[in-house]
């Protein structure tokens, strides 16, 4: 027995592949359009370098794994597999595809957009690697700026920001929601005015590029979040009053978690996204792919 098994080829893998899937030499013969001996002959080398036995020929008339044959189609299978994507990608690299993309998401993004336009990504260029970021207002743009993405889907705050295409996808309904024991949830109606006398929870913005201005802040008493999972778990729980995209809260409000508040200097509000790339730095054909998604999710079907 040896103890240092040699290298075996990519050809006596695949012969080995095939005669496990086919269940017979003969078959897999026929499929490699080989002579039997040859494919006999390709496996007795193979077992030989590995100095392990992979078939059982004695005690059936087909051959059979033995338990180390079961191991080493294992690890075959991924050799194959990964031959089989290292194909794949190179191919796309001759068409121009772009081995990988990096795309950041505001995250206000209705969550059935997100995943609809990954899934189609997937599906589309599987070869793709997808790296994705989400992010809260000016930070998605000034992600695209620094080169960190290729792509962006940023809220309506790229204004005198020269550099950048925008390609208009829609918007979202932010609406002012509190728990139902809030005061503002509470009170029968609300006089003008009074959102700026509680709490109100504001999605922080992290980035330099627009961290001095404000989307719908009516209260000069605010907690600012980071992250806008935070901001929802505390209206739920009763801490202050905050605008949210409706799709995120529909279901909360469905079930009475949280209440549309009557607030008569802010009923409700659009909050538009535009589909970004830096001009210099034009999308390759998989990245224009994604854009041309987010347009179509926000096409009126005929």
């Not at 690697?129 to 695209?144: C, D, N």
């Not at 605010?222 to 009053?241: C, N, P, Q, S, V």
């Not at 409700?268 to 041309?292: K, M």
Request: hydrophobic letters at 40%; proline letters at 6%.
């Amino acid at each position: 027995m040896i103890s240092d098994p040699g290298t075996p080829t990519l050809d006596q893998l695949r012969v080995f592949l095939t005669v496990v899937e086919v269940g017979s030499f003969a078959g897999a013969a026929r499929k490699l359009h080989r002579a039997t001996s040859v494919v006999s002959y390709s496996i007795a080398n193979l077992e030989m370098q590995l100095g392990v036995t992979l078939f059982d020929r004695e005690t059936t008339r087909k051959p059979q794994l033995t338990d180390a044959g079961r191991t080493v189609l294992a690890e075959a299978r991924t050799i194959a597999n990964g031959v089989h994507g290292l194909r794949a990608k190179v191919k796309g690299l001759l068409q121009g595809l772009e081995a990988e993309v990096h795309v950041v998401l505001d995250v206000m993004l209705p969550a059935e957009r997100v995943v609809d336009a990954l899934k189609s990504f997937r599906e589309a260029f599987p070869t793709v690697a997808l790296h994705l970021h989400m992010e809260a207002l000016g930070a998605v743009t000034e992600l695209v700026i620094n080169r960190g993405a290729v792509v962006g889907v940023s809220g309506p705050m790229n204004d005198g920001i020269n550099g950048l295409e925008r390609i208009g996808i829609g918007s979202v309904e932010l609406i002012p929601v509190a728990a139902p024991n809030h005061p503002l949830a509470c009170a029968e109606a609300n006089v003008p005015g009074a959102g700026r006398e509680h709490t109100q929870l504001v999605l922080s913005d992290r980035s330099e590029l627009t961290r001095d201005k404000d989307f719908a802040v009516l209260s000069s008493r605010t907690w600012r979040l980071a992250d806008l999972g935070a901001k929802h778990m505390l209206l739920r729980e009763g801490i202050g009053w905050g605008n949210m995209p409706r799709p995120m809260i529909q279901e909360d409000l469905d079930s009475g978690r949280l209440v549309r508040l009557d607030l008569p200097e802010y009923r409700s509000g659009q909050y538009t996204f535009d589909a970004i790339y830096r001009t210099d730095v034009p999308p390759g054909p998989a990245a224009r792919w994604l854009i041309e998604r987010f347009v179509q999710q926000n096409t009126p079907e005929a």
